[in-house]
């Protein structure tokens, strides 16, 4: 079945700067990609999305790549602000058309 | 619009009890979902329903249960709690298996 990672598993920037998260699937055939945002004590948010037909997508300070040939695809947030600071997990639906998910990755910004 | 409304939000169990988790989504969605949230471990799929009425095992569905008699509700059972199963408990529901899943607050089960 899917296999998802995600990488890394923590991170730290300085407020301003850019986060890039990356995760890589094992199943040629997933086509849908949602990334989610959790804060503490919260459920997931999902904050972006994309599908196989397209390379990129972007809102606002976030955007998220694809490259179908290499499975992988990598969340940017830029001009990261305090409270970017949350776990972030990555999603790809697998054949039987579930979600398999990143074991998340800590991001933190420092003022 | 509460989206997706989990009870309880804690609960201590002692080895053996037994509990039962309740989700509600009032978005009319067809598919809901329960997951499991452990350290380093992202979220593992225990069961999910495609519709009212019916329920498919996912991932990790050893040790629980869950029913769907109606379309707004979803609920997963312990039947002898052990402490393995101590977790955080999420449920989720979608309109359908193409678009994004919305989730609730979560439930933090301590089995002891």
């Known amino acids: 079945g899917e296999n998802v990672e995600q990488h890394p598993s923590t991170l730290s920037v300085q407020e301003g700067d850019s986060a890039v998260i990356k995760c890589t699937y094992s199943?040629?055939?997933?086509?849908?990609f949602p990334w989610y945002k959790q804060e503490l004590g919260k459920g997931p948010q999902l904050i972006i999305d994309?599908?196989?037909?397209?390379g990129e997508k972007k809102d606002q300070r976030i955007a998220v790549t694809l490259n179908k040939t290499a499975k992988h695809f990598s969340l940017h947030i830029t001009e990261t602000q305090p409270e970017d600071s949350a776990v972030y997990f990555c999603?790809?639906?697998?054949?039987?058309?579930?979600?398999?998910f990143g074991p998340g990755t800590r991001l933190s910004v420092l003022p | 619009n509460a989206g997706v409304t989990q009870t309880p939000k804690f609960r201590v169990l002692k080895t053996g009890q037994s509990m039962t988790l309740l989700c509600a989504q009032d978005?009319?969605?067809?598919?809901m979902y329960w997951y499991r949230q452990d350290p380093g471990m992202g979220l593992r799929l225990i069961h999910y329903?495609?519709?009212?009425?019916?329920?498919a095992k996912g991932e990790v569905p050893d040790g629980y249960n869950v029913s769907r008699l109606k379309k707004q509700n979803f609920l997963l059972g312990l039947e002898s709690a052990a402490p393995s199963q101590t977790s955080v408990y999420f449920c989720?529901?979608?309109?359908?298996?193409?678009?994004?899943?919305?989730f609730g607050d979560g439930t933090r089960l301590s089995i002891l």
């Open positions: 329903s495609v519709g009212e009425g019916t329920t």
């Open positions: 978005m009319n969605h067809e598919y």
């Open positions: 994309i599908r196989s037909n397209v």
């Open positions: 999603a790809a639906r697998d054949y039987g058309q579930n979600f398999v």
């Open positions: 989720a529901s979608s309109s359908s298996t193409n678009q994004p899943q919305h």
């Open positions: 199943d040629s055939a997933s086509n849908y």
